[in-house]
């Protein structure tokens, strides 16, 4: 596996360089409604890679959005995936406006947004026709993702998981769901989380998972991932996550 990720990796900075180099066009953001089993509709936007790619289902942390995701979505699109990003009903204006708050009126639980999540994965589905769905957290969702993956075990593929933890009402919910979890598992987290992130990663049943630990060049959730809160640590992250999606996930 480490050769698979060594390989990967030469790709993945290969594909980052094509994206520094501003030599590659974005694909059009579509706007997403989806409507939840109870009845609730969620916003959110996807873009789209050839047919046939994997799906990656981008959720966000507390108080945020889709937007989150927005400067993200195209690099994912770029290396070969799809990408549906939703603002969940616990959520707020962090990157932008969350439409799906905004209708309710009010953010709700973290527990309740499992729902919207479930919504997405039966989206997803019937959109990638037998293409892997990656499931992809951030703070909150990241521990929801494990939740999903394993109630979910014939739809979702992969889990990325940044900066999982204990957030939920059952402080071990995360802890026994990563132990029924025998997919690919990528986790990572920021500086200070090493050690609750670790015994995450240690309860994961696959043996297919990486926990990357970036020391300094980490910040909290999935905007490790973005330049403009992370400018040092940015493309090492998505250097490994990329590396990680390309062994296990490749695009065809």
């Not at 501003?22 to 873009?47: K, N, P």
């Not at 640590?233 to 490994?240: C, D, E, I, T, V």
């Amino acid at each position: 596996m480490l050769r698979l990720l060594r390989k990967s990796l030469c790709a993945a900075l290969a594909m980052l360089g094509v994206l520094a180099s501003g030599s590659f066009h974005a694909r059009a953001e579509e706007q997403i409604s989806l409507v939840t089993a109870d009845g609730v509709a969620v916003y959110g936007a996807a873009w789209r890679a050839k047919a046939g790619a994997p799906w990656i289902l981008a959720f966000h942390q507390a108080s945020s959005s889709h937007r989150e995701y927005e400067p993200l979505a195209p690099i994912f699109v770029q290396a070969g995936y799809s990408v549906l990003a939703i603002d969940q009903r616990s959520g707020g204006n962090l990157y932008g406006a969350n439409k799906t708050v905004e209708a309710l009126g009010a953010s709700g639980s973290y527990e309740s947004a499992m729902a919207d999540l479930e919504a997405a994965v039966a989206w997803a589905k019937q959109q990638a026709g037998g293409a892997p769905i990656i499931v992809m957290g951030s703070s909150y969702s990241a521990a929801l993702v494990f939740l999903l993956a394993a109630n979910h075990p014939d739809e979702v593929q992969g889990v990325l998981s940044f900066s999982p933890g204990e957030y939920l009402g059952d402080r071990q919910a995360v802890h026994n769901a990563a132990g029924k979890v025998t997919v690919p598992v990528y986790m990572t987290e920021g500086a200070g989380e090493e050690r609750d992130v670790a015994s995450i990663f240690d309860a994961v049943a696959s043996t297919q998972k990486v926990h990357y630990q970036p020391g300094r060049y980490g910040i909290h959730g999935a905007s490790t991932l973005r330049a403009d809160k992370n400018p040092a640590g940015a493309l090492k992250n998505l250097n490994r996550v990329l590396a990680f999606s390309q062994t296990f996930f490749p695009p065809k």
